[in-house]
C-alpha cells in the first residue's frame, strides 16, 4: 500500500523520517524522584524519566490509559517545583521481557514551569 502523505509532509527527526513507535523522545530526559497523586490519595514518590513534554516511569502506575494523576518535582540545583497534571499515555514494554513502564503527558504545565524544566534539561544534559 502506498504511503498517503507527500514527501513534504514527512518530518525529519534526529533518526530519519517521523518515528510512529518505541523511542518518541523529542527532548532531554533527567532520572528525577516525581510524587504521583491519584484521586484523593497521597503523593507516592516513583522515580522518572523527566522530559519537556512528561515523565516516563521504569514502573507501571497500574493506572489506565487516559487516567489523571497529579505529579510533583523539585529541580535540584534551581530550587524550583513543579507541579502540574498529567495524562496516562501509554502502557508499555521497554527493555527486557516482562518490564513494563507507564508513560504520561503534561496536560497543564503552565509556561514559567515549562521554561524552567526546558533550563534545567539544558544544564543537565550540557547543551
Request: charged share 35%.
Amino acid at each position: 500500500m502506498a504511503d498517503r502523505r507527500e514527501d513534504s509532509d514527512r518530518r525529519e527527526g534526529r533518526n530519519g523520517p517521523e518515528r510512529r513507535m518505541g523511542d518518541r523522545r523529542d527532548s532531554h530526559r533527567v532520572a528525577l524522584d516525581v510524587e504521583v497523586k491519584v484521586g484523593n490519595q497521597d503523593y507516592r514518590p516513583h522515580r522518572g524519566n523527566v522530559a519537556i513534554g512528561g515523565v516516563y516511569f521504569d514502573e507501571p502506575l497500574r493506572l489506565p490509559t487516559g487516567a489523571e494523576v497529579q505529579l510533583r518535582f523539585d529541580l535540584p540545583g534551581l530550587d524550583k517545583r513543579i507541579e502540574t497534571m498529567a495524562e496516562v499515555v501509554e502502557i508499555t514494554s521497554m527493555g527486557k521481557p516482562g518490564e513494563v513502564g507507564t508513560r504520561v503527558k503534561f496536560v497543564d504545565l503552565k509556561l514559567r514551569s515549562e521554561l524552567l524544566l526546558a533550563r534545567f534539561l539544558d544544564q543537565q544534559t550540557g547543551d
